[in-house]
């Protein structure tokens, strides 16, 4: 097996202060979870709803699942009885029937907003101005079941650490902006979810609060 252990006491060592780590365990079976759990690792990421369930079922129950992949809205109901924190909102819709489903368990959910700033095509992601005009819509305000802690992003993935930094840098700026703007008075909204195994070096430079870990710990996935 791939030295878990020993690789995250080095992520772990290379993260600043106050930065968190949710080791990105897709992928990966239980055992890898379980050397991770031995060392003090409580914070998980998956990205499939089947896998992760199978995974909450037989691990501890002490683990935080961070829910990090594209979510279907009919999927929310599987995971809202257990999920910490759903990383990836990036509609209204989602996010309302994520709040639909924490009531029916009698929770409220975590969520970040996932914004869209890489070059790369992709479907998933707010554009800047599309989550402006999510908060200035302000419907998700009457959302009791739901809590904005703040904000996520991939930066593009290329070799250039310029262009990955000059991204980053503007979710941070972005980051300032809403939070001056709608969450000024709300201590929860604190999170910016960003940096990956070939980036979170940059990431921690650029006021991430918590990298999203997988490879570098784990080794390669094996789809
Ligand atoms: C898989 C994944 C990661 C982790 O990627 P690594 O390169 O393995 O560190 C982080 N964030 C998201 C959204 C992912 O899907």
Redesign the pocket.
Request: hydrophobic share 45%; no cysteine; charged share 15%.
């Given at each position: 097996m791939y030295d878990v252990k020993q690789n995250l006491r080095q992520v772990l060592g290379d993260l600043p202060e106050g930065v968190r780590l949710?080791a990105?365990s897709?992928y990966h079976p239980n055992e890898y979870i379980m050397a991770a759990y031995e060392e003090g690792q409580r914070i998980f990421?998956e990205?499939h709803e089947q896998e992760l369930r199978q995974k909450v079922e037989s691990l501890p129950r002490d683990i935080e699942w961070h829910f990090?992949?594209h979510l279907q809205t009919n999927k929310v109901k599987y995971i809202a009885p257990y999920i910490s924190m759903i990383?990836?909102v990036d509609s209204l819709k989602l996010l309302k029937e994520i709040d639909k489903q924490a009531a029916r368990n009698n929770r409220v959910i975590k969520v970040l907003l996932e914004l869209h700033i890489a070059e790369e095509e992709t479907k998933y992601g707010l554009t800047l101005d599309a989550c402006r005009q999510l908060l200035e819509g302000g419907e998700w305000r009457s959302l009791q079941h739901v809590q904005i802690c703040g904000l996520?992003m991939?930066a593009s993935y290329v070799e250039d650490t310029a262009q990955i930094r000059h991204e980053m840098t503007l979710a941070a700026d972005f980051f300032d902006e809403v939070k001056a703007k709608y969450f000024s008075d709300a201590a929860t909204f604190c999170e910016r979810s960003w940096g990956?195994?070939?980036d979170?070096h940059i990431a921690t430079q650029c006021r991430s609060t918590m990298v999203?870990?997988?490879?570098?710990?784990?080794g390669p996935?094996v789809y």
């Open positions: 949710v990105i897709k990421g990205s990090i992949g990383e990836a996520m991939m990956m195994s070939h979170y999203r870990v997988g490879t570098t710990i784990f996935r």
